[in-house]
C-alpha cells in the first residue's frame, strides 16, 4: 500500500519505466521471519528496466563473451554470471550511453575481472545517474506496482500463473522475457522465471532496525535475490519474497534488473 508520493514524472531510458518516489509497507506479516515486520519505507523515484537483462544484451557489450551454460538465445534473461560481471557491466551500459558509472572498486570504475584482483569491496555511488542494481527496497516497491500497486501477492496480480513463471508452470525451463502480463507499472516477470540480484546485502534481522528512508543493507557478506525462479513453488515468487545467493557452479538460475537514480 502506497502511502504518499514525492517527485514529479520524467521520461525514462528506453526499456525502462518510471517508479515514482513514495511510501509503502515493505514486508509480509504471513512470509518467513526475514520479512517481519511490515515495516514503512520511503524511497527516492527512479528508473526500472522492464525486462530483466537478456543473454543478447549482456553479451554484445561485454565483447561478445560466450556464457555458455546460460546459452538459450538472445531474448532469454542471462543468468550463471558472477556478481563483478553485472557490476561492470552496469557500468560498461553507462559510460556507453554518457552517463556516470555508479559503481568504483578502488576508485576505478574499470572493474571487468575485478574478481581476480582481490580487491576491495564495491562502492555505489547512488546519485549518479548511470545504471546499478536496485536496492532491495526499490525492487519490492516496482513489484508491488509502486504508486499504482493493487496490493497483489505476485507482481501485476493475485494468481500466479498470470505474471509468473515457477515450477508448476514451467516445467522448470527458464522462459524467454516478457512472456507473461506486467505488473501495475508495465514491468514483467517481477515475478518467477531467475531470481534477481539485487545490491543489498542478506541480513534476516534488517528489517526490524531498516532506516525509514531508502534504506541499504551493507553489512553482510552474501546478496539478497528476489522474485523466485522457475525451480521454486510460487510462493517462493511473492513480491515480499526474500532469498540469498547461495547456488553453485553447477546450477545458477540468477540474473538481474537493471535501475538509474532519477
Not at 17 to 33: I, K, N, Y
Not at 168 to 181: F, L, M
Not at 192 to 220: H, L, R
Request: aromatic share 12%.
Amino acid at each position: 500500500m502506497v502511502i504518499c508520493s514525492q517527485d514529479k514524472p520524467s521520461s525514462p531510458p528506453q526499456g525502462f519505466v518510471l517508479a515514482e518516489g513514495g511510501t509503502f509497507m515493505m514486508g509480509s506479516e504471513d512470509g518467513e521471519s526475514s520479512e517481519k515486520p511490515v515495516h514503512k519505507v520511503t524511497l527516492n523515484s527512479f528508473y526500472i528496466g522492464k525486462y530483466e537483462v537478456t543473454q543478447g544484451e549482456f553479451e554484445a557489450l561485454m565483447n561478445g563473451e560466450d556464457f555458455s551454460y546460460s546459452k538459450r538465445g538472445p531474448n532469454y534473461p542471462v543468468h550463471h554470471i558472477d556478481y563483478y560481471s553485472i557490476l561492470a557491466f552496469c557500468n560498461k551500459k553507462s559510460i556507453k550511453e554518457g552517463r556516470t558509472p555508479c559503481y568504483t572498486i578502488d576508485g576505478k570504475t574499470d572493474i571487468e575481472g575485478a574478481n581476480d584482483w582481490g580487491s576491495s569491496l564495491p562502492v555505489c555511488d547512488f546519485k549518479a545517474n548511470g545504471y546499478r542494481l536496485p536496492t532491495e527496497a526499490e525492487w519490492e516497491y516496482a513489484a508491488r506496482g509502486g504508486k499504482e500497486s493493487k496490493g497483489y501477492a505476485w507482481s501485476g496480480s493475485n494468481n500466479a500463473d498470470d505474471v509468473c513463471w515457477y515450477k508448476d508452470n514451467s516445467e522448470e525451463k527458464i522462459q524467454p522475457v516478457g512472456t507473461k502480463k506486467p505488473n501495475e507499472l508495465g514491468i514483467y516477470d517481477m515475478s518467477g522465471n531467475i531470481e534477481e540480484m539485487v545490491w543489498d546485502k542478506f541480513d534476516d534481522e534488517f528489517y526490524e532496525n531498516s532506516p525509514e528512508s531508502n534504506p541499504v543493507a551493507t553489512d553482510e557478506y552474501q546478496q539478497v535475490v528476489r522474485g523466485g525462479s522457475v525451480i521454486l513453488g510460487a510462493g517462493n515468487s511473492t513480491v515480499y519474497a526474500r532469498g540469498i545467493d547461495q547456488t553453485t557452479e553447477y546450477i545458477q538460475i540468477i540474473g538481474f534488473r537493471l535501475v538509474s537514480s532519477k
